[in-house]
């Protein structure tokens, strides 16, 4: 029998404000254990909790983003069970009212483009921290967490794979970044995923019995986990058994999932409205403010790469991945304008390939380097093109200035806890001038040049006159050796090319 993947994620994106969602005491990462929980996280006698603007601003902002419905009235409700790391004995989140219903993500797997719905997203409180690891025959409890602002996106059970399952979840952290509401660190549990997954025949409309697998804080793992998960219920039915609806957690290092306890269902929690918070009313001109400083969303400007620039879908793709690439990439383009000019698609596609390529490439050498930590400020990069276009050097020289001037941005950066960028605008000017850098144009040396190689390299030039096409590549390599890269390699091809046809 073929068999149907179902999964749908639920997704909590912590939300970036400085305070928690009821209180207001601190969100920072990485505080003593305990020291960041005040009387209301720890549910103190006689408490009340106070709504964080901040949070409900960053749902309207998702909401927008994801052409949703944002509810005018939206209500609080207390999600209620025990766990010794729930000092309150329930959980203050959003039921049958949430901040935000419908909305949808496109994904792209290989060639095939996919909407993927979403159910709703919701606020709601973070619970605290159990600590095994540190406690022999214990468990300690850090509340530090206990009141983090999160929204919970619910997906609709639309992807069909493993692979459908992780473009959707970095879709989504992309755009948390992107938007501002959340900064996406996985390792810090600031973006985390529970994956519903269930099995059926394949061309059944009937939904299988799901296994939620709880807190997948990689993308690697949540397409592990999946796929154990899928073998796992495939195998069980086939071998005649049923699937039992639990809460499953995933073992990187055995690499399976393995049961935690049996799922609730709704009715479990006995939700029920916090009479503590009065109903959440969103306002027209909130949402119009909101909507008004809303970036440029992530697809739009990945239409208008296209669009409007002539970039290619995966270049597109690429310069969108985050947001601060693509802002640096467009600092790039105008850097390289001179005074007066427009760029072409021809241009725009220079200074992509150098963002994409080289600059790319130059971050991925560096072990944790933050996104928009880039070694050579943007007006450097664009200097660099400008005069490659211009002619004063050439591609090669250009590529050796950049990497001279991010290894001075990495180094006056160690120790620091900052990233300097190496290099200024006129400093390049200046040192193409002082070390005599610029690009060797004039024909008439160039010819000289190019018959003092064909003269010392009789026998490759025999080897391209009987058919041998590497023997030309290797020539322009000498002539380029003789200028020491500094010749227009055009110029060289083309004078190469009139000589050997002589």
Not at 240 to 261: A, F, H, N, W
């Amino acid at each position: 029998m073929k068999w149907e993947v179902v999964i749908g994620l639920e997704t909590h994106a912590q939300l970036s404000t400085a305070s928690k969602i009821f209180s207001g005491a601190s969100t920072a990462f990485g505080a003593e254990p305990n020291t960041q929980a005040c009387a209301v996280d720890l549910a103190l006698p006689g408490v009340l909790p106070v709504l964080n603007k901040g949070a409900v601003e960053r749902a309207i902002r998702f909401g927008l983003a994801v052409d949703a419905n944002i509810n005018r009235r939206s209500v609080f409700a207390r999600k209620n069970y025990f766990y010794p790391d729930l000092p309150k004995g329930y959980q203050i989140s959003q039921y049958e009212l949430p901040v935000v219903e419908g909305g949808s993500i496109k994904i792209h797997v290989g060639e095939m483009e996919k909407t993927v719905r979403l159910t709703r997203a919701h606020l709601e409180e973070d619970a605290g921290k159990s600590l095994h690891e540190d406690f022999q025959g214990s468990t300690g409890i850090d509340l530090n967490r206990a009141g983090t602002p999160l929204l919970e996106i619910v997906s609709e059970p639309d992807m069909r794979s493993a692979a459908e399952a992780v473009a959707y979840a970095k879709k989504l952290h992309a755009l948390v970044r992107w938007i501002d509401i959340c900064d996406g660190n996985m390792q810090e549990g600031s973006f985390r995923c529970d994956a519903n997954v269930s099995v059926r025949p394949e061309g059944s409309d009937k939904l299988g019995t799901r296994c939620e697998i709880k807190n997948l804080n990689s993308f690697r793992f949540l397409e592990q986990a999946i796929n154990f998960e899928v073998r796992r219920q495939i195998e069980i039915i086939e071998d005649g058994g049923k699937i039992v609806q639990e809460t499953r957690l995933y073992d990187p290092d055995k690499g399976e999932t393995r049961s935690m306890r049996s799922k609730e269902d709704a009715h479990d929690y006995r939700y029920f409205p916090d009479p503590d918070l009065l109903p959440l009313e969103v306002t027209e001109p909130l949402i119009s403010e909101t909507k008004e400083n809303l970036p440029e969303l992530p697809d739009q400007r990945q239409q208008r790469y296209v669009s409007e620039l002539g970039l290619s879908h995966n270049e597109a793709t690429a310069l969108t991945a985050n947001r601060d690439i693509g802002d640096y990439f467009e600092s790039v383009a105008l850097s390289s304008l001179k005074s007066g000019e427009s760029l072409g698609n021809a241009d725009f596609k220079l200074c992509a390939n150098w963002v994409i390529n080289d600059i790319a490439a130059k971050m991925n050498e560096e072990e944790n380097l933050p996104s928009w930590a880039f070694r050579v400020s943007s007006d450097t990069v664009g200097r660099i093109i400008l005069r490659i276009r211009e002619g004063a050097i050439n591609a090669r020289t250009g590529k050796n200035l950049l990497a001279r001037f991010w290894e001075e941005g990495r180094r006056n950066s160690e120790g620091r806890g900052n990233y300097i960028h190496g290099g200024a605008p006129d400093e390049t000017d200046e040192i193409i001038r002082e070390e005599g850098l610029g690009q060797v144009s004039d024909a008439g040396a160039i010819e000289k040049i190019v018959d003092e190689v064909l003269a010392a390299n009789a026998q490759q030039v025999a080897d391209y006159q009987a058919g041998k096409e590497k023997a030309f590549n290797s020539l322009v390599g000498q002539a380029m050796k003789a200028t020491k890269g500094k010749a227009n390699p055009q110029q060289v091809n083309e004078i190469l090319k009139r000589k050997l046809a002589q």
